[in-house]
């Protein structure tokens, strides 16, 4: 069966940056739309970054964030820099059998696109 597995949340002081993991098993990578989201205590859950052969970002945290993805690992990551004290939340890892074609039509960033979903990995970022 599919399984996402994340790791590399930490707490951090603002400013700081971190890289969370995701590894995948039980499908064929190259082919999945890989996509983080997160989710704060009270808040929805939102979108952050997705990657097939193309990326896509949240405006919350472009121009400071790089998902990016191994191949050969079935791993995708995300690299996070000058983190925010409202950057703080469980991330999760999903993955969508969709693949590139969420690009095509703009539903990437769709929570309801993916089919899978990992447990989370907690960020903590303090002022």
């Known amino acids: 069966q599919v399984q996402l597995v994340e790791s590399g949340g930490d ?41 097939n052969w193309s990326t896509v970002y949240a405006d919350i945290v472009k121009g400071r964030s790089a998902i990016s993805r191994d191949l050969d690992k079935n791993t995708v990551y995300l690299q996070m820099n000058s983190l925010r004290p409202e950057d703080a939340a469980v991330y999760y890892c999903a993955a969508s059998h969709r693949g590139e074609a969420a690009f095509m039509d703009g539903s990437a960033p769709l929570p309801a696109t993916y089919d899978y979903w990992g447990q989370g990995t907690q960020v903590t970022v303090s002022s």
């Open 11 to 51: 707490s951090v002081q603002a400013g700081g940056s971190l890289r969370l993991s995701c590894v995948a098993s039980g499908l064929t990578f190259s082919r999945y739309l890989m996509g983080w989201f997160r989710q704060a205590p009270g808040k929805a859950r939102e979108f952050v970054a997705a990657i």
